[in-house]
């Protein structure tokens, strides 16, 4: 289930953007991708209903036309198939007009998809099924995945599917392959894997035609494995190389001379991974190894086929080999670690946000570390991902780290992951941190005045070296990661009380951003009122936005706003709720704590804003009754700030 959680938050995020498209026509670029969006304005251009049921016909005449086609491809099938046999996937032919031919399938995953139409003579086009890997393989005539929410048909949202369309030697389109299960088993190599069986089909084809020599079908399958994304190497039983692509020589820095003939266990020793595989006879998969490439460890992610003959003799081994951090790029968008807003996101036109906004622009065109100052609520996070989405980073990861909410015995595995049985619970197969996960993008910590003391040598450590290395393990890695990080809290202060290490300050501190707080922009709180207003209206399906009656926005004005922009959109939240639907939002209409400000807040002394704060913060506890949830949420701010104000107030709950 932890695997698959990753996928569900990337599903529903797809999912957020597809129904903002069903309602409002608008398409997140950043969200989804460029095929996809073209499909779903096609599909609301036709009238596409995407809540009705999948309307379909079955044409008969289509399967018996197309006997020569699934005879020619039926060995890349069958072998496509049985490398995903027993793993919930179907694979399925279609010809050139999206017309299904033939299904292979499991007898569990074909009861588990009986709903879904995949049968022989159904035609998936778009005009009956909406976004679909069949129909957009054949209009881009170029490898597709369709991912769960991707599909424009809510029947379909169960689903991820890959598809590559093949052709004749001639260049004519003659079909489509695809691989289809649930988006819970999404894989980012299973795309690999059809365009693999696809290559082999053209090549057959081609055989078929041209009727060359052996020497020929060799050379023609030598450019498919040059053709590969990953690095290939082939073995006999003994172990000795005897085919190396191209990719494989640039990942280890060789040439083929250099190891065709040598023993993999002269290369790297007797007992390493591959060697012990072909001892044993067992295959394996997507396993990380570490191998010594020119005097230094290199982590590649790799699988190991056993080749057998008829007899089930061993006749040598295929190793493929990935480059770890290409994994790790999969993995931070398979897991959605994305940002979200941008400069377009934040409003104010009073001078101080003004002066952050371009001291904020100008350091996304860096690649030095940012030190966002703040109070809680005034949008650190905002502003980091801004900052991100401003950057030649942008197709990069974005990964959070709040220092607040990592339990202490837990912050070095999650900064820097952790190798199989470096500690007992760990998995079994080990875990990536979040540098690994971040790497060619940026990595935001919140509230990094609470990180545990002894964790900053060692992250001060890192971002001097640019390695990490995993809980456990032996080998460093390299990480290209840019840091921007967030307070509320005086470092310096915590640097003269020896709670934050001085070195660590002057490495984060590069760029220095102040985000103003809200009373100190008093021109830009009636706007960010009625911004919010709107947004509420939206998001409760209100038709009419009510307005703001002149005691209410004298009223807004005078409270010192101490959860900032957070607290006045949780405001105009609680009002437009409370005013159920009314046309004007009256004063009384406001939550209690904003009616008992008796007096203007304005620029007065450091301690009367503190005796607001802790007055607004007491009268919260009492009328949330002492629970910290409730309170926290009617200030608009987060629990551990409630903690750390209670005790800097000495206030009882």
Same mark, same amino acid.
């Given at each position: 289930m932890q695997e698959s959680l990753p996928l569900e938050k990337r599903a529903q995020r797809i999912g957020e953007s597809w129904k903002r498209f069903i309602v409002l026509g608008s398409i997140e670029s950043y969200v989804v991708q460029d095929c996809i969006a073209a499909s779903w304005k096609r599909c609301l251009s036709r009238g596409l209903n995407p809540f009705t049921p999948l309307q379909y016909s079955v044409r008969a005449d289509k399967y018996a036309g197309y006997r020569e086609l699934i005879k020619k491809s039926r060995p890349f099938i069958d072998n496509l198939y049985n490398l995903v046999k027993g793993s919930d996937f179907m694979v399925v032919l279609a010809d050139r007009e999206g017309t299904i031919v033939q299904v292979l399938g499991d007898p569990v995953i074909k009861q588990k998809m009986k709903n879904i139409p995949l049968q022989e003579g159904v035609t998936w086009n778009e005009e009956n099924f909406g976004t679909n890997c069949i129909d957009l393989a054949i209009r881009e005539r170029r490898p597709v995945q369709v991912f769960a929410t991707e599909h424009f048909m809510q029947g379909l949202h169960s689903l991820s599917c890959s598809a590559a369309p093949f052709f004749s030697p001639q260049g004519d389109l003659l079909g489509v392959l695809t691989m289809i299960g649930a988006f819970c088993?999404?894989?980012?190599?299973?795309?690999?894997?059809?365009?693999?069986?696809?290559?082999?089909?053209?090549?057959?084809?081609?055989?078929?035609?041209?009727?060359?020599?052996?020497?020929?079908?060799?050379?023609?399958?030598?450019?498919?494995?040059?053709?590969?994304?990953?690095?290939?190497?082939?073995?006999?039983?003994?172990?000795?190389?005897?085919i190396l692509n191209s990719v494989a020589c640039k990942m280890l820095g060789i040439t083929p001379e250099d190891w065709v003939g040598k023993s993999i266990g002269a290369l790297w020793g007797d007992d390493c991974v591959f060697m012990q595989a072909l001892k044993e006879a067992k295959d394996f998969s997507n396993r990380e190894v570490n191998l010594m490439v020119n005097g230094k460890a290199h982590r590649f992610s790799s699988t190991l086929r056993i080749i057998k003959d008829k007899k089930g003799k061993i006749m040598g081994i295929i190793i493929s080999l990935w480059e770890y951090k290409a994994i790790r790029r999969l993995a931070s968008k398979a897991f959605g670690a994305h940002a979200c807003f941008s400069f377009n996101d934040i409003y104010g036109t009073h001078p101080s946000i003004q002066k952050t906004l371009t001291i904020a622009q100008r350091a996304a065109d860096s690649q030095n570390t940012v030190l966002i100052l703040g109070e809680s609520g005034t949008g650190k996070e905002l502003f980091a991902q801004a900052i991100h989405n401003a950057s030649s980073r942008v197709r990069g990861p974005f990964i959070v780290i709040n220092c607040a909410g990592i339990p202490r015995e837990l912050v070095e595995s999650e900064l820097f992951g952790y190798e199989a049985g470096a500690f007992t619970g760990a998995r079994k197969e080990g875990r990536p941190g979040k540098f690994e996960l971040a790497h060619g993008g940026?990595?935001?910590?919140?509230?990094?005045?609470?990180?545990?003391? *002894?964790?900053?040598?060692?992250? +001060?450590?890192?971002?001097?070296?640019? &390695? $990490?290395?995993? @809980?456990?393990?032996?080998?460093?890695?390299?990480?290209?990661?840019?840091?921007?990080?967030?307070?509320?809290?005086?470092?310096?202060?915590?640097? *003269?009380?020896?709670?934050?290490? +001085?070195?660590?300050?002057?490495?984060? &501190? $590069?760029?220095? @951003?102040?985000?103003?707080?809200?009373?100190?922009?008093?021109?830009?709180?009636?706007?960010?009122a009625l911004i919010f207003l709107r947004n509420t209206c939206s998001r409760m399906g209100l038709t009419t936005v009510p307005s703001l009656s002149k005691e209410t926005e004298k009223r807004l004005l005078e409270y010192s706003w101490p959860g900032n922009v957070r607290e006045l959109q949780n405001v105009i939240e609680q009002a437009v709720f409370n005013s159920n639907g009314a046309n004007v939002i009256e004063e009384r209409r406001l939550p209690e704590k904003i009616l008992n400000i008796s007096s203007p807040a304005g620029d007065g002394e450091e301690m009367t804003l503190e005796l607001q704060e802790s007055k607004h913060i007491l009268g919260a506890l009492q009328m949330s009754q002492g629970n910290i949830s409730r309170c926290a949420r009617m200030l608009g701010i987060g629990r551990n700030t409630l903690y750390r104000k209670i005790r800097k107030y000495n206030l009882s709950n």
């Open positions: 088993d999404f894989h980012p190599h299973t795309l690999g894997m059809v365009v693999a069986s696809v290559k082999a089909i053209e090549n057959q084809l081609l055989f078929i035609e041209a009727a060359r020599s052996l020497e020929r079908s060799y050379k023609e399958a030598t450019m498919i494995i040059e053709e590969m994304s990953s690095g290939l190497i082939s073995a006999d039983a003994s172990g000795k190389v005897t940026t990595i935001f910590f919140d509230e990094i005045g609470d990180m545990p003391l *002894e964790m900053q040598a060692k992250l +001060l450590r890192v971002l001097q070296d640019k &390695n $990490v290395t995993r @809980l456990g393990g032996q080998y460093s890695m390299s990480v290209d990661v840019r840091v921007i990080a967030a307070t509320n809290r005086n470092l310096l202060s915590m640097v *003269e009380k020896g709670t934050f290490r +001085l070195d660590l300050f002057y490495r984060i &501190n $590069v760029i220095n @951003l102040q985000i103003p707080p809200l009373r100190h922009r008093q021109t830009d709180i009636l706007p960010l």
